[in-house]
């Protein structure tokens, strides 16, 4: 067992690392995830549909589409579906907090070059700081044959945001909290290095907006001239990669935790269940992960939750039978969403509800709230604890202090635009939207472990399920 807990580990870990941003999971971060996504999908026999055109799908197949490059959908067909049937889903983000680059991000200041930066999400802002930066993301540029995207990631330290000596502010530990418009401005050179290596501002529609030395990186990354840029969506991040920590090997120290960690599990768990081919050609429903970017900025675009993508390719699936059959569907379907949770913090122990203190190692988290800021109900916890039971991972609950605000996340979104059956749940971590997050290794094996057995078992235990 704990070959297999380090295997699973190691696996994540190398897709963290290859996946900086959501394009890589999103142009930004995001971008850089679902590439790494793609590739993996592809490697597994997947065959990429466009939303743009018809699609023909046949039970037994295996299909994925992306909307904006920042969002993923794949799904396994079984072998007994038709339209009218249920989907087993699996639904999770890939994007993290950060720091992206301003549409006009060039600043001097006392003659340091810096970039100018939104704050995407709700990130601890201060553990930016000191740390090695780079840029990775996509960048649009313009040639005879029309308008193309790159995708980018500079491998090096770039950028920094440097803090003030103690020197010159003595009350520094007593409460730190940076000014995000004027404090988190990354310095990328000087501007007498950049006059000594004989850098003029570039012309074109986006070059002229911020410094030579940002435009010609992502020049010599791509291999194409300052003019022909025409927009990029650039995300910071921290140049150290994930690793196994802890004199026990047990900790996983790493970024974007949250929530790679779910996106690389339900990947994981929907090819793992497709290895064993009976096992796919008896399903009767369609076992589905969904991928969604903007999560942490609440999910109103194109390419997120809150959008019509989900129902949109749920009716595509449906189509060709009865003028219900997706309403049907729906009622024989359950999402599992999948987020990171909270562990119970060693130092701030009383931020817990008393009877409510996931910790590591002890298995995913299923989270509760009365108010319906996690979607969670009896029915689909009872219908969870049985795949659990099935493949032997323990589970924990969660509920937030009643005098604490509770986060929430894509489940109650997609359950209440569909009226879909939902449980919210994630593997327990420690410091959350902090720039290095930490967890367990255990918990990669468990939730791949528990989705797998999900998409193989979730039709079995609905179809035993008797409402009085």
């Known amino acids: 067992m704990e070959s297999k807990i380090l295997h699973a580990a190691e696996e994540f870990i190398h897709f963290?690392?290859?996946g900086p941003s959501p394009f890589h999971a999103k142009a930004s971060l995001s971008i850089l995830v679902v590439e790494e996504v793609k590739r993996r999908l592809l490697s597994a026999g997947f065959k990429q549909l466009d939303e743009r055109q018809p699609w023909t799908t046949a039970p037994n197949g295996m299909y994925f589409m992306q909307k904006?490059?920042?969002?993923?959908?794949a799904f396994a067909v079984g072998g007994k579906y038709k339209p009218g049937n249920g989907y087993s889903i699996v639904g999770a983000h890939t994007d993290s907090p950060c720091l992206k680059v301003k549409p006009v991000s060039k600043k001097t200041k006392r003659d340091y070059l810096c970039v100018g930066v939104q704050c995407y999400g709700g990130g601890i802002w201060n553990t930016w700081f000191d740390r090695d930066l780079t840029i990775a993301g996509r960048v649009l540029t313009r040639d005879e044959n029309g308008i193309g995207d790159h995708?980018?990631?500079v491998k090096r330290p770039i950028l920094r945001v440097p803090h003030l000596c103690i020197h010159l502010d003595r009350g520094k530990n007593d409460n730190?909290?940076?000014?995000?418009?004027?404090e988190i401005v990354p310095v990328i050179a000087t501007s007498v290095q950049q006059e000594l290596q004989k850098y003029a501002d570039f012309g074109g529609q986006q070059a002229s907006k911020h410094h030579p030395t940002l435009i010609k990186l992502l020049c010599d990354e791509i291999n194409c001239k300052p003019d022909q840029i025409m927009d990029f969506e650039l995300c910071l991040a921290d140049t150290q990669p994930a690793v196994i920590g802890g004199a026990l090997n047990e900790f996983i120290f790493s970024p974007r935790l949250d929530n790679l960690m779910n996106c690389f599990c339900a990947l994981q768990g929907l090819l793992d269940s497709i290895q064993n081919e009976s096992s796919l050609k008896d399903d009767p429903n369609i076992r589905m992960i969904c991928l969604f970017?903007?999560?942490e900025v609440g999910s109103q675009s194109a390419q997120g939750a809150?959008?019509?993508?989900?129902?949109?390719?749920?009716?595509?699936?449906s189509a060709g039978a009865s003028s219900t059959a997706f309403e049907e569907g729906i009622a024989k379907s359950l999402l599992v969403s999948a987020d990171q949770a909270h562990a119970v913090h060693p130092n701030y122990g009383h931020k817990h509800e008393d009877d409510h203190q996931p910790a590591l190692h002890k298995g995913p988290?299923?989270?509760f709230n009365a108010n319906q800021r996690y979607a969670t109900t009896a029915v689909t916890s009872a219908m969870l604890r049985e795949v659990a039971r099935r493949c032997d991972v323990p589970l924990q609950d969660f509920v937030v202090r009643n005098d604490t605000a509770c986060g929430s996340t894509i489940g109650p979104i997609l359950s209440s635009r569909l009226g879909l059956r939902t449980i919210d749940i994630g593997n327990p971590q420690l410091a959350m939207h902090s720039i290095r997050e930490m967890c367990c290794t255990t918990g990669v094996h468990q939730a791949c472990q528990l989705f797998k057995t999900f998409f193989e078992t979730y039709p079995e235990i609905s179809e035993n399920f008797h409402q009085n």
């Open 176 to 182: 730190f909290g940076a000014n995000k418009e004027t």
């Open 151 to 153: 995708l980018i990631h």
């Open 16 to 18: 963290v690392n290859r």
């Open 365 to 367: 988290v299923i989270k």
């Open 293 to 295: 970017d903007n999560e």
């Open 68 to 73: 904006n490059r920042s969002t993923v959908i």
């Open 306 to 317: 809150g959008s019509s993508v989900t129902e949109y390719i749920l009716r595509r699936l």
